[in-house]
């Protein structure tokens, strides 16, 4: 089982919508979850970063955790054209061994069409 | 401030050929790490390195070499490229601060487009 799962999608929607994505994770001890954005061709960018359960609030973005599910969300409100890119979950490890490695999600493909 | 640069951007390579990327960053940040990306497979870490003359184990290790002989620079490299190497290769680097409360974000490169035939 993979630490980390994530909808592949694509994803489309119209301008202005709400838009969800999601990942779930395999291991209790994830402590912190953080979301990139990658356009395309280009490297991921760190997007948000939260800890703990509950919700984080960005600007049109929201990060939200609910440890008890093992499921992370990233809410984009009023989404636009410009938020058309690849959203990829990571997970910072929790074991000591190695260098504060990230465990990604394979990453869910969004286009926000005009 | 550049961030992390990686050259070179594409290459086109044939079956049995080496060639070297690198990794540059301006960042002084002690982490540094290569990565591979394939459509439905997401990020696979290849190598890593905590320090200036280290080098450990990724995810995906097999067939490739790296070296980190300067802080600022981490090198991987292909001995005998396979079509299995076609993907899309990233270089990323973090302060490396350990313990709990600590950001993890790690900084990425462009990419280096890499196509094996």
């Known amino acids: 089982q993979k630490e980390v799962e994530q909808d592949p999608g694509p994803l489309s929607v119209p301008e202005g919508a709400i838009v969800s994505l999601n990942c779930t994770y395999s291991?209790?001890?994830?402590?912190?979850f953080m979301w990139y954005r990658q356009y395309s061709r280009k490297g991921p960018e760190l997007l948000m970063y939260?800890?703990?359960?509950g919700n984080k609030e960005d600007g049109r973005f929201t990060a939200q955790v609910d440890k008890s599910s093992k499921y992370i969300s990233l809410f984009i409100r009023d989404s636009q054209p410009s938020d058309s890119a690849t959203y990829l979950c990571a997970l910072p490890s929790p074991y000591q061994t190695g260098a504060n490695n990230l465990f990604f999600g394979t990453g869910t493909r969004l286009t926000v069409i005009p | 401030n550049a961030g992390v640069t990686q050259t070179p951007k594409f290459r086109v390579l044939k079956t049995g050929q080496s060639m070297t990327l690198l990794c540059a960053q301006d960042m002084n940040h002690e982490y540094m790490y290569w990565y591979r990306q394939d459509p439905g497979m997401g990020l696979r870490l290849i190598h890593y390195s905590v320090g200036e003359g280290t080098t450990a184990k990724g995810e995906v290790p097999d067939g490739y070499n790296v070296s980190r002989l300067k802080k600022q620079n981490f090198l991987l490299g292909l001995e005998s490229a396979a079509p299995s190497q076609t993907s899309v290769y990233f270089c990323?680097?973090?302060?490396?601060?350990?313990?709990?409360?600590?950001?993890?974000?790690?900084?990425f490169g462009p990419g280096t487009r890499l196509t094996v035939l």
């Open positions: 939260t800890y703990s359960s």
């Open positions: 291991n209790s001890a994830f402590q912190y």
């Open positions: 990323a680097s973090s302060k490396g601060i350990k313990g709990t409360g600590e950001r993890n974000e790690q900084f």
